[in-house]
Each structure stands twice: as C-alpha cells, then as structure tokens.
C-alpha cells in the first residue's frame, strides 16, 4: 500500500504540474486551415505561449507580467470575437472557436484594403515574404459614403454579412478601437479574418504563435 501511495503521489504531482503549466504557460493547437499558408500548413501541431504577453488570472481579465508587448507582425492565437452562438460570420458560427491570424494593425490605427493589399495610416504595408496572393481579378476599391455606419457595423462583426467577398479586395476605411487589433491571415486571398468580422479585443487573445513540434519535417520556430 505504501508504494501505491508513492506512485499515486507521483503521479497526481505530475499531473497537476502539466495542467498549470498547459493553463497559464503553453497551450497546444493545431493548424485547421489554409488561412496562415505559407508559414503555417493544415496539420501542424504548435505550442501557444500564454506567458507572452502576461499571465490571466482565472475568471477575470487581469493580466501580469507582460514579457512583451503585441505588435504588428505577431501571429496570435484568439478566441473568436463572438458573444452568442446565433452570431454568424465565415459562414456559420465560430463562438468558441480558437483562431490564429497576423497583427496587422494596432488600436487607433487606421485600415484599408485596396486591390487585396493592407493600407495602415495611409500608407500600403510593404509586401513581405510570408504573405500569398492569387492571381486573379480584383474587386476594384471604393469608399462607402457613410463611413461612421461602415465602422459601427464593423465593430459589431456583421459586416461580411453585408458585403461578403468584396471585403477580400475592397475594404474600410476603419478605426482600430482602443484594446482591440486588425489581423489577417498571411494567405491573403482565402482568409476569414478582421476585414470580414472585425477587430479582435485583448481579452480573447489567448497567446503567441511559439513553435510547430509536429510533423516532424516542419519543426521550427514560428515567425
């Protein structure tokens, strides 16, 4: 009985080390779409570093001890920014559902979308390696008149809802609301992502993009 003792101990102490590291450090998630190619493959298995930008306490949204600030350029992994499961964007429902895009912008910043290229504070972000486009015809960009009804229907993820694809090519202006960010899925062309459901707040932001451990030929650091 004193060894079953022993073993139970060892056994619940390393469980209950996994679950608070699993809990406030690493999370593990995997790839479930083509949204983030070529810097992330349908299947890859990756670790989420929760302690990125500060540990959450429990049942609030307190966070402390940030070790680095989200800035454009981060890949973060989120809970989709819907409050109830009637809401419908992408298609159908994502309440609940984690999602993995790039920062693009920051709060206060202002966004476009013209010809499927990303414009922030008036200036078109410059291309970069990781970023995939399509060769195919684009929606021709244009201003909505009524740009105040165009933000308020943004921020309440129902825009897609109205204007569906065009937003793939044609989008905003908008304004970056305080403690929220613009993100986009690096396969530009075939993502769901902030221009058709809206800017993702602090608080559903689970973490940073960290390390694929699995398949064993795309394990690497994530950037």
Not at 115 to 127: D, F, H, I, T
Request: hydrophobic share 40%; charged share 25%; glycine share 8%.
């Amino acid at each position: 009985m004193k060894a079953d003792l022993e073993w139970s101990n060892t056994v619940y102490f390393a469980g209950f080390v996994a679950a608070f590291v699993m809990f406030f450090f690493i999370q593990a998630f995997k790839i479930p779409s083509a949204s983030m190619h070529n810097t992330l493959l349908e299947g890859d298995h990756l670790f989420v570093n929760k302690a990125a930008y500060g540990f959450r306490i429990p049942l609030t949204n307190i966070r402390f001890g940030q070790f680095e600030e989200i800035k454009p350029g981060d890949i973060i992994v989120f809970r989709f920014p819907a409050k109830d499961r009637q809401q419908q964007n992408c298609g159908g429902s994502q309440y609940g559902k984690d999602f993995v895009k790039r920062v693009i912008a920051m709060p206060g910043d202002t966004v476009q979308v013209i010809n499927g290229r990303p414009w922030v504070n008036g200036k078109e972000l410059p291309q970069q390696d990781y970023e995939l486009y399509e060769d195919i015809e684009r929606t021709p960009y244009f201003a909505e008149e009524d740009k105040a009804h165009y933000q308020q229907v943004w921020e309440e993820h129902q825009l897609d809802n109205y204007l569906g694809l065009y937003l793939r090519d044609s989008f905003g202006p908008v304004t970056v609301p305080e403690n929220t960010y613009f993100v986009m899925g690096d396969n530009r062309d075939n993502s769901c992502d902030s221009r058709f459901w809206g800017p993702v707040p602090r608080e559903n932001i689970k973490g940073k993009a960290w390390f694929i451990h699995w398949p064993l030929n795309r394990v690497r650091w994530i950037k």
